[in-house]
């Protein structure tokens, strides 16, 4: 059991919005502004794709976006295209010097 | 261009032994800590360890405390996970990441594959 809590699938037709969300506990996404989202293809390395909750890496398109409320952290995507297609993890710092991931999100595009 | 390659995995019987590197090129090594992050088949990520830029503090999960060690060569520009007392459970893709103390992780190796059998 994935210390952050992710749902297992997600899915959008192109063109739509999609939201993944990531929750945690008071301990780590809702204490700490450390919130990072990865995309992974099949087969792939992880790539970041958001970090400290908001903030895009460059190069990433700005139709990716994230937030947080509380203890629970989303990645939205927006107007979704078939590269979009892929496994969603995210992360956060939680204290006592360690980092927790989330299960993962599969994201379809259909 | 910034690179990290692993190198290292393979078969290991239980209880056994292998040492992972991971090469950077592209940017200065010793200006940033680095991970390991591990992804069993067909599951999610798991955070391994991380060390300073001068290798004077080192973190662990605690499913490796005491089985794994992290270590770096700023001289070599590599970072090593000398992984002992080998189990099932730690087989799995390994990869290295550059990163600040913690998150994020913002760039990743291509992951080299352990597998723990007999």
């Known amino acids: 059991q994935s210390a952050l809590t992710q749902p297992p699938s997600a899915s959008g037709s192109p063109g739509q919005s999609v939201t993944i969300s990531c929750t945690g506990t008071?301990?780590?996404?809702?204490?700490?502004?450390?919130v990072s989202w990865y995309q992974q293809h099949p087969g792939k390395a992880p790539k970041l794709m958001i970090y400290?909750?908001?903030k895009r890496p460059s190069g990433v398109p700005d139709r990716f976006s994230g937030s947080k409320s509380g203890n629970t952290a989303s990645l939205t995507v927006s107007g979704l295209q078939a590269e979009d297609e892929a496994d969603y993890y995210c992360?956060?710092?939680?204290?006592?010097?360690?980092?927790?991931f989330g299960g993962g999100t599969k994201l379809t595009v259909l | 261009e910034v690179q990290l390659v692993e190198s290292g995995g393979g078969l290991v019987q239980p209880g056994g032994s292998l040492r992972l590197s991971c090469a950077a090129s592209?940017?200065?090594?010793?200006?940033?800590?680095m991970s390991w992050v591990r992804q069993a088949p067909g599951k999610g990520l798991e955070w391994v360890a991380n060390?300073?830029?001068?290798?004077?503090?080192?973190y662990y999960v605690d499913s490796v405390k005491g089985r794994f060690t992290i270590s770096r060569d700023n001289a070599k520009n590599s970072v090593y996970l000398q992984m002992n007392s080998l189990r099932a459970e730690d087989t799995a893709v390994y990869y290295c990441?550059?990163?600040?103390?913690?998150?994020?992780?913002?760039?990743w190796g291509q992951g080299t594959t352990v597998t723990v059998s007999s």
């Open positions: 990441a550059r990163g600040g103390q913690w998150l994020p992780l913002y760039v």
């Open positions: 592209g940017f200065t090594f010793s200006n940033y800590w």
């Open positions: 060390i300073k830029q001068d290798g004077s503090e080192k």
């Open positions: 008071s301990s780590d996404v809702g204490g700490y502004n450390s």
């Open positions: 400290e909750v908001t």
């Open positions: 992360s956060s710092y939680a204290g006592r010097k360690n980092v927790v």
